[in-house]
């Protein structure tokens, strides 16, 4: 069975603080690929990010990173200088190799970030 | 392109009533699927669709639930009866193989 664990249900960061979002996941798949989607106020769900799992490398968008580490099933989502656009609720998902496409959801992080 | 599109972007209606939401997906992509989000339960998948044919409807709640997608362009999701508890927001996402989902707006369904 697959499982998505975002323990962080809020969290709530000064403006330009730095804040790590946190995704840990469990699956018997050797295979299989990590998203993030962003949930801002207005509803929408917005893709971010994919790794799959043979790439460790970690990634850097703008403030946005990204920290996979398969030896603790983790993928942590970093915000560099937090703004207060970047209120929202995060998603953490998985999705098997051969799962035609569907996604398995974390239960999200709700950010707030304060002026 | 105009995305994923789900109409209507809200919905209320009385417990009872036959209730569908309707969703156009990006155009080329041959994956369809319907997800529900609830406070209590998340984001959870009700079904998807591969070539406009049913792959999993295991996520579907029960038999009031029924989903259609007649051809590449267009998808129904119908609930018959309504009742209270399908109060949520409903998302129609698409993509194409081994790529991310696309997400539509929504549709906010509130039973009463």
């Known amino acids: 069975a697959q499982k998505v664990t975002q323990a962080q249900t809020e969290i709530s960061v000064v403006e330009k603080e730095d804040v790590t979002l946190d995704c840990v996941y469990e699956t018997r798949d050797t295979t299989y690929y990590l998203f993030w989607y962003k949930q801002p106020p207005s509803g929408e769900l917005v893709f971010l990010i994919r790794?799959?799992?043979?790439?460790?490398q970690n990634e850097i968008s703008g403030r946005y990173s990204w920290n996979f580490q398969k030896s603790t099933s983790s993928f942590n989502f970093t915000i560099t200088a937090s703004q207060v656009v970047d209120s929202a609720v995060y998603f953490c998902?998985?999705?098997?190799?051969?799962?035609?496409?569907?996604?398995?959801f974390g239960g999200g992080t709700r950010l707030m970030v304060k002026p | 392109d105009a995305g994923v599109i789900q109409s209507p972007r809200h919905e209320v209606t009385e417990m009872g009533q036959e209730v569908t939401l309707r969703c156009k997906p990006i155009s080329g992509h041959d994956y369809l699927f319907w997800y529900r989000q609830t406070m209590m339960r998340g984001l959870e998948l009700l079904i998807y669709f591969n070539n406009n044919v049913p792959i999993d409807d295991s996520g579907m709640p029960e038999d009031r639930f029924s989903a259609k997608m007649p051809n590449a362009s267009f998808s129904t999701l119908k609930i018959q009866p309504s009742e209270p508890r399908d109060s949520a927001v409903y998302f129609c996402?698409?993509?194409?193989?081994?790529?991310?989902?696309?997400f539509g707006n929504g549709t906010r369904l509130t039973v009463t």
């Open positions: 996402a698409s993509s194409q193989r081994n790529s991310p989902l696309h």
């Open positions: 998902a998985l999705r098997r190799n051969n799962a035609g496409n569907m996604l398995t």
């Open positions: 790794r799959n799992s043979f790439d460790e």
